[in-house]
């Protein structure tokens, strides 16, 4: 059962590069500190990955995504006795959906195979996830410039696309979180943390009815 693995609380943020992933995750970060809460952040992998010689982006793998979603998970399974909330910059079914837009870029059809393997892989690890949000794509925001970056429209379209197509077609649960609305999310995604911390889903409803 997924309620009786003890982690902490854990919120992860998907979505195209450059939409604002890591800033949201940096304020609620210290928004969630201001309550004396141990907070850790597991950051984006893409420029660990191209470092080793394994393609990202447009030139994602089975190889670099198999490497992505799995040392996503340990980087996470390893904060988890020394945390109360964990920060996710991707979480595993965010790499799915990188691979399906590298994919459709090249215009090279999925293997079925590999394919099932990631997504089976990608919808166990997400029931560890509390609460997840998607940026949605905003060609105004500007692209960072402090790790490598796709400058290519029809690729971060297609990354957009994808990851929102995996979430949905996994069932995952998640909300939107739209350029304009980071001030709400952080709001939202701290008294979420907070609550779940006063009553973990484990506890008796009654009790936590009363906070």
């Not at 340990?74 to 691979?99: C, F, I, K």
């Not at 590298?102 to 509390?130: C, F, I, M, W």
Request: with cysteine; proline share 7%; hydrophobic share 40%.
């Amino acid at each position: 059962m997924v309620n009786s693995v003890e982690r902490p609380v854990t919120i992860a943020v998907a979505g195209s590069h450059s939409t604002g992933k890591t800033t949201f995750l940096s304020r609620l970060a210290h928004k969630l500190r201001h309550h004396d809460l141990e907070v850790a952040t597991v950051a984006d992998l893409g420029e660990q990955a191209l470092r080793i010689g394994l393609g990202i982006l447009y030139s994602h793998t089975y190889a670099s995504t198999l490497w992505i979603m799995t040392r996503g998970i340990s980087n996470e399974v390893a904060n988890w006795p020394h945390t109360d909330v964990l920060l996710v910059d991707r979480p595993v079914p965010d790499a799915l959906g990188y691979y399906l837009a590298a994919l459709a870029y090249r215009d090279e059809p999925p293997d079925p195979v590999p394919v099932g393997h990631l997504r089976t892989l990608a919808a166990q690890h997400s029931t560890h996830y509390d609460l997840i949000f998607r940026t949605t794509l905003d060609h105004e925001l500007p692209l960072g410039q402090d790790e490598p970056r796709d400058r290519n429209t029809r690729h971060r379209e297609l990354a957009d696309h994808h990851v929102a197509e995996v979430l949905t077609d996994l069932a995952i649960p998640h909300r939107l979180l739209p350029a304009d609305g980071h001030d709400t999310a952080v709001t939202h995604a701290a008294d979420f943390a907070l609550r779940r911390i006063a009553c973990p889903a484990t506890d008796a409803p009654q009790r936590c009815a009363r906070h």
